[in-house]
Structure formats: C-alpha cells, structure tokens
C-alpha cells in the first residue's frame, strides 16, 4: 500500500529525513517508535503532503502511483489519513460542519453527490457513540480550548468518519489517560481490516497493547535504525533508545 | 467643471424649484456655505489620509434625474429580501418608488422625508430632529444637507416595538447614468420603541454613480436600533455613507456594516452618547478584491458615566484592495466607569492587498476600561494543511477559514434572513460552497 524508497525530505533547506525506507502493505500495523526530534512528525507530515516540506530525494507510492506531486487534499482523497501531533485550533467552525464538509469534499473528488443529510447524521451519532463523544461537543468550535485528551478522541472520530486506507496516528495517545486511551485504541481497531493500514506513532508500550503491531521501527536522525516485530517495542520501553543510538 | 462647481451650480437650479426642499430653506443656505468654503476632502486632512476622492471629483456626475424609470420586481428581486414581511421604501435613480415600496402610516410611520417636509402633523419631529445630530462642519453631510429632499422617514413612537424590519433601498439605473444620489434619512425611536432596519445601495449601471448619504438616528430613552448596512454595489459605484446616531439613557444601536462591493466606500459611523448607561455596537465583515477600496471611520463619543460601545470589525482583502479602519474613542471626564472594546482583525489573501488601521483613543476619565486591538495577517498555513488533509481542497479550506474568520461577526446578526444571504454573499465572494447553512 505504501512503499518508501530511500526519502530524502526536509524544510527550509534543512534536510530532516536522510533515507527512510518503508514498506506498508494493506493489513498491516505498523509502529514507528524512536526519541523527540528523531523526525516522526516529519515523515508523517510528509506523507500527508504538507507543502512546507520538500522531498531532496527517493520516492513515496501509494497503491504503486507516485503522490509526491499530488496536494494534501488529493492525498486525503486517495484514503491517506494523519491525526495530527498537535491538531489545528479553527475558531468559527464547529466540529460538525468540519467533518460534514470533509466528507463532502472527499465524495465530491470521487464524483459523489453530498451524502443526504439524514445519513450524515445517523453516520455522525454512531460515530460519536463508539468514540463516546458527547453531541455538544460536536457543536464546538473545532478544536478550540480542547483538552489534548479531547482533540486527540476528535482526531479519531474525524478518521472514522472518513475511513481511510491509510491512517498514520502521530502520538494519538499523548494526553490521553487509561480510559480514554482504550476508547481511542477501540475507535482504531474497528477500522482495522484486510483492506487498511495503521501506522502508530508513539512512545509508549500501553497503545501498543492495545493496537498490537505487526512490525516496530526506530527512527533515529531521520534513519529507520532498527526493524523488528512487537517485542522491540518491549525491549524499548525497558531500555529506552540509548543502546540504539550507541550502535547507530 | 470639477465636481465641485457642477455641484454649486446645480444647487442655484435646485434651490430654485419648487419641491419639499423649500421647507428647509436656512439650513440648506447654511450648509451650501460649509460645502463651497471646504470643497471635496483631500488627503491631506488627515480623516482622509487613506482615501483620495481626487478622481470621483474629475468624474462627471448630473444632480437631477432626467427620465422616470419603471422597473420590474423580476429585475431587482434579488437585491431585496424576499423570505421575511418588511416593509420597503424603495428609491430608484433618487426618485420615490411606489411600486415596489410598502409603507405604513399603521402605529409607526414608516414613510418618505419628502412627505415629513410637507405634512403639518411631522413638523414637531422635523424641527425637534433635522439636522440636529449630524454634524454641520463635515463638508459632505453639509453638502447632503444642502441638497435634502427626499429620503426615508422613520417615526416609532413610544413603546412601539416594529415587528417587521424596514428595508430601505436606492437602485441606480442606466436610464440616468452618472448620477449624484443624496439620500437622507431621519430615523426617530421614542422611549421604549424597537426597529429593525437593512439598507441598500445597488446600482444597475455599468456607468458611476456617487451616493452621498446622511442618515440621522435618534434613540430616546431604553429604544433599541438593530441596523444592517449591505454595501455590495458594483465596482463603479462610489458610496460615502454617514451615519449620526445620537443616544439616550438605556438606549442600545447597534450598527452591522456589510462591505463587500463598491470602487471606493466610506463609512462615517458616529454614536452620539447624551446620557447615562448607554450601549452601542458595531460591528462590520469587509471582504473585497481587485481595486475595491473600503474605509470604516467610526467614533463613539463616551459623554456619560456607566456606557458602553463593542467594535469588532474583520477585513478580508484579496489582489489589490485597500481597506482602512479608524476607530475613534473619546471618553470624556465626565464618562466614569465606562466600558470601551474595540478590535479590528484582517487577513490580507495576496502580497498586494492592503489594510492602514488606527485605533484612536481620547480618554479624560480615570476609571474606564478601554481595550483594543488590530491585528494584520495571513491564513495560517498549519491550519490550511490541518483541512487539505481532510481531503478539503486549498480554495474549500482558503474559503472556510475566512469565512471562520469571519463568523463571529454573523453571529450577532438578529434577522435570519439577513444572516443567509450574507453568509452565502460571501461563499460567493470566495467562491466556495461553504457546504453548510449557518
Ligand atoms: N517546520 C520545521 N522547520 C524547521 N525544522 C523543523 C521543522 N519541523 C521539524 N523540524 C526539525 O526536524 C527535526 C525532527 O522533528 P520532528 O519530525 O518533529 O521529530 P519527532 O516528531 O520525532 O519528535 C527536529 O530537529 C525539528 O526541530
Ligand atoms: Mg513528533
């Protein structure tokens, strides 16, 4: 589904990501694990298609079809999702009209008609249910004074309204405590299939307990260092990165 | 000829005619005075820094209407609003328009000033309020002033709550290109008495026209305005739009500014407070493009203690447009515990677009609260990437920020009717489908 080859990425003439390779195949979990300021955010951006970022080098296909040209928005049409690290603060635009006319915009690019209101609402109510979303909360302006916990449960509703191919999560599970973490984690499972891939961003082993990984990276100074199966992960969270960027 | 000679001329042959006009023959003397000492603004007075009249004064313009025109509902039906019962005074090329006005003598005298002037039961109201409030030195209210004839009439009295809104709106049509429109309007609410008022200017012509307008508001003790200005003309229409409003105790006006239209628009908002424990708000959305130019000057005079004024105006400027925001606040000694906000936030879309915006404050009280704030920007590039990568395209999410942006202004908006089309007058001007009502 994804295939990275050798991603040479960065901003402002500061090269960041200095030849990531990656392979997602539909199905799959993957976690991507590796200290702040390793570059995670970065690739996860980059593969969203922020345009602030410019790739130097190597290539990004999705489904075999190169998107390194395409914009976020054709991205987004093509089933890539990210939660973002830290979600954008939009005043004046409640969470239902966002996500309506996300939708919308999403059916117009595949020549759909807007989904019947009726529908959308039904759609919206079991949505929030399953994230256990209160209905007023839907009427706030999005993300505006949310705790991190909340804009992190309103990254995974917006994803499971839009039921992605691809849903990267950058530290979804910051700020979120045991309860919550388990809805979230519950949210994501349910979009789990043959047909989708997860990428989970993350420090922490608890997510992973309850997303269970079919493969661990570490990325380090922009590089994948080190690749294994959910037992990394473990190894990590005992150890912590030193003994990787020693070897690295 | 200039402008300004025409204009003097003009006034020999009008102050000659027989019409209602006869009826303010000392003031109209008075005012032509102001006008022919101070000639059009320059910018070197510094109210008109920003804004040069240097090619309107060059402009050919005629005072007098040479044809009648009749125009048909189905031409001007969508600059009237159609899904709420108002009442309508309706002007076309200056002239009153019975066909397509609705007026009422029913509890509330919602009529024409040409008809105050001349009927002996207005007379107390015309004396007591005309020309009371506007101000006489400003050459363009006296130049107004000098050429007063018609206009609307708004006389609620005591306790009187007007339940539907009145809509005032002047159309110019090619049958009189170029013409000079001078409305003026006296709006009167006695003590307790509430109104909702919309007012247009639209022309129908590809050809100039200049409005100079004057509108006088007097809001008697605990009487309540809810004004609307939609300024979305075509891009040859010059509109200079003063406004006094003068304010007694208890009284709230509140004034929304629409400015989405126009070659080059002025808006000269003034409230007057002339007692205790006042409240006035204005608010304004401008969102203009290309050449269009819009300038909000707007002064709250703080007389008494215990008042208060809100200003929240947004600027949206695209391509080369030009805006100006000058928000004038005096608190005078007198005016303790008064409560002043003001705050004017713009995005400029292109490298070109511009915004000059002052706050000016005159404070003489010690114990007042004033605060405010301006602020010059761009859309937020995280946050265009935060709904591009919800799969909403740049224009969609260009458009839905802005219209974010501005969406704290609409809010206060009390006629439904009026909200809608706004808020589509702008999904438009963006030329998005916002995809949702507000
Ligand atoms: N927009 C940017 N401009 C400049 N430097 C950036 C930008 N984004 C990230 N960086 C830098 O790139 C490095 C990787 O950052 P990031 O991808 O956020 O790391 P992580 O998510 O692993 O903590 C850091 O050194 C960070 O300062
Ligand atoms: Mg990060």
């Not at chain 2, 820094?49 to 040069?52: D, E």
């Given at each position: 589904m994804l295939s990275i080859d050798n991603l040479h990425a960065g901003c402002e003439g500061k090269t960041i990501l200095q030849g990531i390779n990656l392979d997602v195949k539909a199905g799959e979990v993957h976690a991507i694990m590796g200290p702040n300021g390793s570059g995670k955010s970065t690739l996860s951006t980059v593969i969203a298609g922020h345009e602030e970022y410019n790739v130097s080098q190597g290539s990004i296909l999705f489904n075999g079809d190169d998107i390194s040209e395409l914009s976020a928005d054709e991205r987004a049409h093509l089933g890539i999702f990210l939660s973002f690290q830290y979600p954008v603060e939009i005043p004046g635009v409640s969470v239902t009209n966002f996500i309506k006319t996300a939708i919308n915009q999403n059916r117009k690019a595949k020549g759909l008609d807007d989904m019947p209101a009726n529908e959308m609402l039904k759609k919206i109510r079991e949505k929030a249910a399953l994230l256990e979303i209160d209905s007023r909360f839907l009427s706030r302006s999005l993300n505006e004074g949310f705790s991190g916990g909340e804009k992190k449960r309103n990254e995974i509703f917006q994803m499971a309204m839009l039921e992605p191919k691809l849903a990267i999560l950058d530290e979804t599970d910051s700020g979120l405590d045991i309860d919550a973490l388990r809805i979230v984690a519950n949210g994501v499972n349910k979009l789990k299939g043959k047909d989708n891939a997860i990428v989970v961003i993350t420090h922490y082993q608890r997510l992973l307990d309850y997303i269970v990984p079919d493969f661990v990276h570490v990325l380090h100074e922009g590089r994948i260092v080190k690749s294994g199966t959910k037992d990394l992960a473990l190894e990590l969270e005992e150890k912590g990165y030193d003994w990787i960027k020693q070897g690295a | 000829m200039d402008l300004k000679e025409t204009l003097l001329s003009s006034y020999l042959a009008f102050d000659a005619q027989d019409g209602p006009q006869r009826k303010l023959q000392d003031e109209r003397a008075a005012a032509i005075e102001v006008f022919e000492q101070q000639g059009f603004p320059t910018i070197k007075q510094e109210d008109w820094?920003?804004?040069?009249l240097r090619t309107l004064t060059k402009t050919h313009f005629s005072v007098f209407p040479k044809e009648d025109v009749n125009l048909k509902l189905e031409e001007v039906k969508q600059y009237i609003l159609q899904d709420v019962d108002t009442y309508k005074i309706v002007f076309v090329d200056g002239v009153y328009n019975a066909y397509l006005s609705e007026t009422t003598h029913d509890g509330v005298d919602v009529c024409l000033l040409s008809a105050a002037l001349t009927k002996r039961k207005f007379a107390p109201v015309i004396k007591k309020?005309?020309?009371?409030?506007?101000?006489?030195?400003?050459s363009l209210t006296a130049l107004n002033t000098a050429f007063t004839k018609e206009g609307a009439y708004i006389y609620v009295p005591e306790?009187?709550?007007?339940e539907k809104p009145v809509q005032i709106i002047h159309f110019a049509t090619?049958?009189?290109?170029n013409m000079i429109l001078q409305p003026r309007n006296l709006i009167v609410l006695e003590k307790n008495a509430e109104i909702q008022i919309v007012e247009r200017h639209q022309s129908l012509t590809a050809e100039a026209t200049f409005s100079n307008v004057v509108t006088e508001i007097f809001t008697e003790q605990n009487a309540q305005l809810d004004y609307y200005k939609i300024q979305n003309d075509n891009v040859e229409a010059t509109l200079i739009d003063s406004t006094y409003i003068s304010q007694q105790k208890h009284s709230h006006a509140k004034v929304h500014t629409f400015s989405f239209g126009g070659k080059l628009t002025r808006n000269n908002l003034n409230f007057y407070h002339k007692a205790p424990e006042i409240n006035s708000t204005m608010k304004g959305i401008t969102l203009i493009e290309g050449k269009q130019f819009v300038d909000h000057h707007t002064l709250v005079h703080h007389?008494?203690?215990?008042s208060e004024s809100h200003q929240d105006y947004k600027g949206i400027y695209a391509e080369n447009a030009t805006g100006v925001f000058n928000g004038k606040i005096i608190v005078e000694?007198?005016?303790?515990k008064t409560n002043a906000f003001q705050q004017n936030n713009n995005i400029l879309m292109d490298d070109k677009a511009s915004i000059n915006t002052k706050p000016q404050l005159e404070i003489f009280a010690d114990d007042v609260k004033c605060s405010h704030g301006c602020t010059i920007g761009q859309l937020d590039e995280d946050a265009l990437f935060y709904l591009q990568s919800r799969g909403i395209p740049k224009k969609e999410a260009r458009g839905l920020l802005t219209y974010a942006f501005a969406n704290n202004v609409l809010q206060s908006v009390q006629i439904d009717s009026v909200k809608k089309r706004i808020n589509k007058l702008i999904a438009n001007k963006l030329g998005v489908n916002i995809g949702f009502d507000v």
């Open positions: - | 820094k920003y804004t040069s309020y005309f020309n009371q409030i506007a101000d006489k030195e400003a306790g009187k709550v007007v090619d049958k009189n290109p007389a008494q203690p215990n000694k007198e005016a303790q």
